[in-house]
């Protein structure tokens, strides 16, 4: 039976999260490591065993 719940309807034409795609650059030995996006800015993400350079990675917001 389908829902007549506006909400419920509306929620499944959405994503659950965004996702950011990113490229490691350095491991900063405290857990997390550096990412450079496509745009050329640079965040932390959580996770020191990433690899270096070279390897993308998708992150959710």
Do not use: C, P
């Amino acid at each position: 039976m389908a829902t007549t719940n506006i909400w419920q309807q509306f929620k499944v034409l959405i994503a659950e999260g965004g996702r950011i795609i990113a490229t490691i650059t350095a491991n900063n030995g405290n857990g997390t490591s550096q990412a450079t996006l496509r745009d050329g800015s640079i965040i932390t993400v959580k996770g020191g065993s990433l690899y270096v350079l070279g390897k993308r990675y998708l992150f959710r917001k």
